[in-house]
């Protein structure tokens, strides 16, 4: 007015009851040992108080925190367990003129593969045709592993499967059965493989030995000898400790696990002992008999 000019302020503060505009998800996952932080977003006034819960227990207040500018209440779970922290959590909000409860947050943690080998205990393993051969491994892991074994690439099935416990077994190996073998463990975390060789061998085994032959002048003569054995063995002719090769006089041949020399138009000269030297790698052995011409 004419007398001069006042002024007064007042504060208007708009009072509301909480009011959740972020929810919580209802689903969450993370890894193992990982830090989670669950949030929401929350409008009201006087500024809501929160209470936070696992598996409806009130959680303490040290993890627990407020983002002034962005509203939002935070909740921080420091190196995450199955055992400590997979559950359900929630959060209530609460000042005088109300209270809000969140929705529910289904909480999962996750672990990476785990593989125990318990057979064998060797990474390479040395069989006996007709031998025994078990792989056995427990696979843990949340989620459960996708498991699968191979043999040069290829898949087998497993003898069994239960639980964590996987079993591969065969009760006389054969040479077939020869190979590397790797198990391959999965899930959304990681992977994890493992691998380990098998070689078979089976000892010479010589069902039908050389045998004395009488051949005709002129006529051919032939040695045969039967062996079996893994891998499958070399033989070396010999005439009188001399190695023979291929040649028009000499014929060397091998089907399957049949081993034969032909000694083409025999003369007198061809007389003598003539000797299969056998070799596998892991055994060997000698055989002997001799050629009479008439």
Same mark, same amino acid.
């Given at each position: 007015?004419?007398?001069g000019t006042q002024?007064?302020?007042?504060?208007?503060?708009?009072?509301?009851?909480?009011?959740?505009?972020?929810?919580? +998800?209802?689903?969450?996952?993370?890894?193992?040992?990982?830090?989670?932080? =669950?949030?929401?977003?929350?409008?009201?006034?006087?500024?809501?108080?929160?209470?936070w819960f696992f598996?409806?227990?009130?959680?303490?207040?040290?993890?627990?925190?407020?983002?002034?500018?962005?509203?939002?209440?935070?909740? %921080?779970?420091?190196?995450?367990?199955?055992?400590?922290?997979?559950?359900?959590?929630?959060?209530?909000?609460?000042?005088? %003129?109300?209270?809000?409860?969140?929705? +529910?947050?289904? =909480?999962?943690?996750?672990?990476?593969?785990?593989?125990?080998?318990?057979? +064998? #205990?060797?990474?390479?393993?040395?069989?006996?045709?007709?031998?025994?051969?078990?792989?056995? *491994?427990?696979? !843990?892991?949340?989620?459960?592993?996708?498991?699968? =074994?191979?043999?040069?690439?290829?898949?087998?099935?497993?003898?069994?499967?239960?639980?964590?416990?996987?079993?591969?077994?065969?009760?006389?190996?054969?040479?077939?059965?020869?190979?590397?073998?790797?198990?391959?463990?999965?899930?959304?975390?990681? /992977?994890?493989?493992?691998?380990?060789?098998? #070689?078979? #061998?089976?000892? =010479?085994?010589?069902?039908?030995?050389?045998?004395?032959?009488?051949?005709?002048?002129?006529?051919?003569?032939?040695?045969?000898? #039967?062996?079996?054995?893994? +891998?499958?063995?070399?033989?070396?002719?010999? *005439?009188?400790? /001399?190695?023979?090769?291929?040649?028009?006089?000499?014929?060397?041949?091998?089907?399957?696990?049949? *081993?034969?020399?032909?000694?083409?138009?025999?003369?007198?000269?061809?007389?003598?002992?003539?000797?299969?030297?056998?070799?596998?790698?892991?055994?060997?052995?000698?055989? /002997?008999?001799?050629?009479?011409? !008439?």
């Open positions: 007015n004419p007398h002024e007064e302020t007042a504060r208007l503060d708009i009072l509301a009851a909480p009011l959740i505009t972020t929810q919580l +998800p209802k689903q969450e996952e993370t890894v193992s040992g990982k830090d989670v932080t =669950l949030r929401v977003v929350v409008r009201g006034s006087p500024r809501p108080e929160a209470q598996n409806d227990t009130p959680i303490a207040p040290e993890n627990i925190s407020y983002d002034e500018e962005k509203s939002e209440y935070q909740l %921080l779970l420091k190196n995450t367990s199955v055992a400590v922290n997979e559950g359900t959590y929630r959060v209530v909000l609460k000042n005088d %003129l109300g209270e809000t409860e969140s929705t +529910p947050c289904v =909480l999962t943690v996750l672990e990476p593969v785990k593989l125990t080998k318990i057979a +064998p #205990t060797s990474d390479v393993v040395d069989l006996k045709v007709g031998e025994p051969f078990e792989i056995l *491994f427990d696979v !843990g892991g949340k989620e459960a592993p996708k498991v699968q =074994l191979t043999k040069d690439g290829k898949e087998v099935k497993f003898s069994s499967v239960e639980g964590t416990r996987h079993v591969y077994s065969v009760p006389e190996v054969k040479p077939e059965h020869q190979g590397v073998y790797k198990l391959t463990a999965k899930n959304k975390t990681s /992977t994890e493989e493992t691998s380990l060789t098998l #070689t078979v #061998t089976a000892p =010479l085994s010589v069902s039908q030995s050389l045998t004395d032959i009488n051949v005709l002048l002129g006529q051919p003569g032939t040695f045969n000898l #039967t062996c079996d054995a893994f +891998p499958t063995p070399k033989v070396t002719w010999l *005439f009188n400790d /001399t190695e023979l090769k291929n040649s028009p006089k000499h014929k060397i041949e091998s089907k399957q696990n049949v *081993f034969s020399l032909t000694i083409n138009k025999c003369d007198h000269p061809d007389v003598g002992t003539y000797r299969a030297h056998i070799d596998n790698g892991i055994d060997k052995t000698d055989h /002997t008999a001799k050629l009479h011409v !008439g």
